[in-house]
């Protein structure tokens, strides 16, 4: 049976990458939200794999996710939403975090505003730096591959390194650990795909300073639904 070029990538990317690298995600993310964080909102958590790998390792957690297409195979509990709006109250979760999906996101300094309001204390973020002319082109190919069989947003929006740094600043964000070292790829893939380009950061909350999201805010949705 002709799988054609997308299910032939598909295919590869299940084989050599995925297991792998959510092994080293999940490894990662484990590590990075504290112990004194029990609940956790996946935002775009696709198939839910990276959050079965976490609670392997921590059994202390509950992980629930959101997407803008909920697969029906997920792991894990899904509900959709519209890429903007978290359909949650505020501080409804210890932690909250995104794996590769600020650089897929419209606004991307709004979404993870988002975050800080449904978050009571920690923000977990792996994305990557779109640094330099050739950086953003195989990025944008990694994207491409191993999203291929699925719906995902084909924006995108690579932040070189200064302009993560201020945004966290500007939204009151501490970064308490960071990591750019992640082993995501197997040898020879890492040479190319790994390098300097992928990132994990935990932000910590000032919750003096970043205020909850209210009817007086006009980004605030008055149709939006409590967990």
């Given at each position: 049976?002709?799988?054609?070029?997308?299910?032939?990538?598909?295919?590869?990317?299940?084989?050599?990458?995925?297991?792998?690298?959510?092994?080293?995600?999940?490894?990662?993310?484990?590590?990075?939200?504290p112990s004194?964080?029990?609940?956790?909102?996946?935002?775009?958590?696709?198939?839910?794999?990276?959050?079965?790998?976490?609670?392997?390792?921590?059994?202390?957690?509950?992980?629930?996710?959101?997407?803008?297409?909920?697969?029906?195979?997920?792991?894990?509990?899904?509900r959709p939403?519209?890429?903007?709006?978290?359909?949650?109250?505020?501080?409804?979760?210890?932690?909250?975090?995104?794996?590769?999906?600020?650089?897929?996101?419209?606004?991307?300094?709004?979404?993870?505003?988002?975050?800080?309001?449904?978050?009571?204390?920690?923000?977990?973020?792996?994305?990557?730096?779109?640094?330099?002319?050739?950086?953003?082109?195989?990025?944008?190919?990694?994207?491409?591959?191993?999203?291929?069989?699925?719906?995902?947003?084909?924006?995108?929006?690579?932040?070189?390194?200064?302009?993560?740094?201020?945004?966290?600043?500007?939204?009151?964000?501490?970064?308490?650990?960071?990591?750019?070292?992640?082993?995501?790829?197997?040898?020879?893939?890492?040479?190319?795909?790994?390098?300097?380009?992928?990132?994990?950061?935990?932000?910590?909350?000032?919750?003096?300073?970043?205020?909850?999201?209210?009817?007086?805010?006009?980004?605030?949705?008055?149709?939006?639904?409590?967990?």
């Open positions: 049976m002709k799988l054609g070029v997308s299910g032939a990538i598909t295919r590869l990317h299940h084989l050599f990458v995925r297991n792998g690298r959510a092994d080293a995600l999940s490894h990662h993310l484990a590590e990075l939200i004194d964080a029990a609940s956790v909102l996946d935002i775009g958590c696709g198939d839910g794999l990276i959050d079965q790998a976490i609670k392997a390792r921590r059994a202390d957690l509950t992980i629930e996710g959101i997407d803008l297409f909920p697969r029906p195979e997920a792991l894990i509990p899904v939403f519209d890429g903007q709006v978290i359909p949650y109250a505020d501080k409804t979760f210890d932690a909250v975090m995104l794996v590769d999906v600020l650089h897929h996101a419209a606004n991307a300094a709004s979404l993870l505003r988002e975050a800080t309001r449904v978050a009571r204390k920690y923000v977990v973020i792996k994305d990557v730096y779109g640094d330099g002319l050739v950086g953003p082109l195989i990025l944008r190919f990694m994207d491409l591959v191993g999203n291929a069989g699925h719906s995902f947003a084909w924006t995108v929006d690579y932040w070189p390194r200064l302009r993560w740094q201020q945004t966290f600043s500007d939204l009151q964000l501490a970064v308490t650990e960071n990591r750019d070292q992640l082993g995501l790829y197997p040898v020879p893939a890492s040479w190319l795909f790994e390098r300097s380009y992928h990132f994990m950061a935990r932000l910590t909350l000032n919750q003096q300073t970043i205020p909850a999201r209210g009817a007086q805010d006009p980004g605030y949705s008055a149709g939006r639904q409590t967990g």
